[in-house]
């Protein structure tokens, strides 16, 4: 996650600082007229554009940081909200497995039915905490779905649009530093959401290894019944899909890189 923040403020202050660099070096090493001034982006101010030159230059430097701190936001909300799913997942079958485990070491010292009774305490609390992360990341889903779907789509289109436009440009090495910067952002990005989806499903499963691992078998039959509803629930996986269409994992990261690159060949072929 801090690679990711670091890399998408580099680059956005990469990217502010080239209009700067030709009123620096006028100052340095100043030629026999000034250096051509370099925009931010093309707009139209309906302004004289020699009069208004730095107006228009703020105006440029306050909003150009704006779409990178809403998708660092995003991404970051995302992440933290599969990062607090996946530790609860972790927890619930963790404390299973040593709840389960507990009782065979302490059964024989103590009172069987104290022991069975706080076992089916822990239980019960287990079950409602797998319960509630489970509804958590129901609310994840109707959160993030249909952004997900958005979101994977245009990295597809921007991926290939975004190669094309730098093998066009492939005499330009200023240009092609751009577009690679750009590209490369957005690859972070979709590896960025794919691996934590992927970790939630991971985690999710783990719900079951634990408790597989334990010995659930040796359990009254009052008490295993429990274990066979977390079995039963766990072996489900719990993921984030985009749209409903794309499971948000390692595989979908693959499947958005690829389907780029065929768009892009056919871009290609069509020039």
């Known amino acids: 996650?801090?690679?990711?923040?670091?890399?998408?403020?580099?680059?956005?202050?990469?990217?502010?600082?080239?209009p700067l660099l030709p009123i620096l070096f006028d100052q340095i090493k100043p030629l026999n007229q000034s250096r051509p001034r370099v925009i931010l982006f093309q707009v139209e101010y309906f302004l004289d554009e020699e009069k208004y030159k730095?107006?228009?230059?703020?105006?440029?430097?306050?909003?150009?940081p704006l779409p990178t701190t809403v998708a660092v936001a995003y991404d970051v909300m995302f992440a933290t909200s599969i990062h607090h799913a996946s530790?609860?997942?972790?927890?619930?079958?963790?404390?299973?497995?040593?709840?389960?485990n507990d009782m065979e070491r302490h059964g024989p010292k103590m009172d069987i039915l104290l022991v069975q009774t706080e076992?089916?305490?822990?239980?019960?609390?287990?079950?409602?905490?797998h319960r509630d992360i489970l509804q958590f990341v129901d609310l994840l889903q109707a959160i993030f779905s249909t952004s997900?779907?958005?979101?994977?789509?245009?990295?597809?289109?921007?991926?290939?649009m975004t190669a094309y436009q730098a093998v066009n440009n492939s005499g330009n090495s200023a240009r092609l530093v751009g577009f690679a910067s750009y590209a490369i952002g957005q690859l972070?990005?979709?590896?960025?959401?794919?691996?934590?989806?992927?970790?939630?499903?991971?985690?999710?499963?783990?719900?079951f290894d634990s408790v597989y691992q334990a010995d659930w078998y040796d359990l009254p039959f009052r008490l295993r019944r429990f274990i066979i509803l977390i079995l039963a629930r766990g072996k489900k996986q719990s993921k984030i899909t985009a749209?409903?269409?794309?499971?948000?994992?390692?595989?979908?990261?693959?499947?958005?890189?690829?389907?780029?690159?065929?768009?892009?060949?056919?871009?290609r072929s069509m020039q």
């Open 87 to 100: 530790s609860i997942f972790r927890i619930v079958g963790k404390r299973l497995q040593f709840s389960i």
């Open 188 to 207: 972070i990005r979709l590896y960025f959401r794919s691996w934590h989806g992927q970790m939630l499903t991971n985690s999710s499963e783990s719900v």
């Open 148 to 160: 997900l779907f958005i979101m994977n789509i245009l990295t597809m289109i921007n991926l290939s």
């Open 243 to 267: 749209g409903k269409l794309f499971d948000m994992s390692m595989e979908n990261f693959t499947f958005v890189v690829r389907t780029a690159i065929s768009y892009f060949t056919v871009l």
């Open 1 to 18: 996650m801090l690679f990711f923040l670091y890399y998408m403020c580099f680059v956005t202050l990469l990217y502010l600082i080239g």
């Open 54 to 64: 730095m107006p228009m230059i703020i105006h440029a430097f306050i909003f150009t």
């Open 119 to 129: 076992l089916r305490r822990a239980l019960v609390e287990s079950i409602r905490l």
